[in-house]
């Protein structure tokens, strides 16, 4: 159930607190809340000692917030008509209420967090992993024996067919034709691929042997075989 205090600067308001904090270590119960942060905000300075019960709960209020905030203050005064009270202690309690969200102030850390905070950092890890993963991929460099059937070969379209091939991690690069014998030619072409994204004898048996292609590719070897 709600509690509302009023004119915390008099000292009808105060009697009514000390009433209230009989047998009470704070407003709330036996634990430091930002209810007490509210009602703290709305007492002006110190109460006498005609107010024993206030008096303790107000220096227990005051060392939990100096030890909440360590830095040494300067000192500052502040003025205005004893009514201000009133108005500090509604805008003490919209402030809590804006910053339960965002802001702990004495550094509690709920499980809620927790869990958040474990889920972040399996993220990040998750993602670490990935980058590790597409930065260590290795690359081969691979020559190729791409042979006609026969020395009426088109062998410009046979480069064109072998060429055409496109999939990721597969790059092809220099080329020439060498004699083999009978005016037959082989063609002997440069690739680079990503060992993880392609495989050599899948490109061999799946693209480059059957059709269309093989109207003009009668077989393919692996010439050399390098690691990057």
Same mark, same amino acid.
């Given at each position: 159930m709600a509690v509302t205090f009023?004119?915390?600067h008099t000292e009808g308001g105060l009697k009514a607190l000390e009433a209230f904090l009989a047998g009470k270590s704070y407003i709330s119960g036996d634990k430091f809340t @930002?209810?007490?942060v509210r009602v703290y905000a709305a007492v002006h300075g110190v109460p006498g000692d005609s107010f024993p019960n206030v008096c303790k709960w107000y220096n227990s209020v005051s060392s939990k917030l100096a030890s909440s905030f360590p830095g040494k203050a300067a000192g500052v005064g502040v003025g205005? #008509? #004893?009514a201000s009270? @009133?108005?500090a202690a509604? #805008? #003490?309690a919209a402030a809590g209420d804006d910053d339960d969200d965002d802001l702990?102030?004495?550094g509690d850390e709920t499980e809620e967090d927790k869990k958040a905070a474990?889920?972040?950092e399996k993220a990040k890890s998750s993602t670490k992993k990935k980058e590790i993963m597409v930065t260590v991929g290795g690359k081969s460099s691979v020559l190729l024996d791409v042979k006609p059937w026969d020395d009426e070969t088109d062998m410009k379209k046979l480069e064109e067919a072998v060429r055409s091939i496109e999939m990721p991690g597969l790059f092809w690069g220099a080329s020439k034709l060498v004699a083999v014998g009978y005016g037959i030619k082989k063609l002997q072409i440069m690739m680079t691929i990503v060992d993880d994204d392609v495989s050599v004898d899948t490109l061999i048996d799946e693209y480059l042997t059957v059709e269309p292609?093989?109207?003009y590719i009668q077989s393919c070897d692996i010439a050399a075989f390098n690691k990057i």
């Open positions: 009023s004119d915390l @930002k209810d007490d205005g #008509a #004893a009270a @009133k108005e509604p #805008a #003490a702990d102030l004495f474990e889920e972040r292609r093989n109207e």
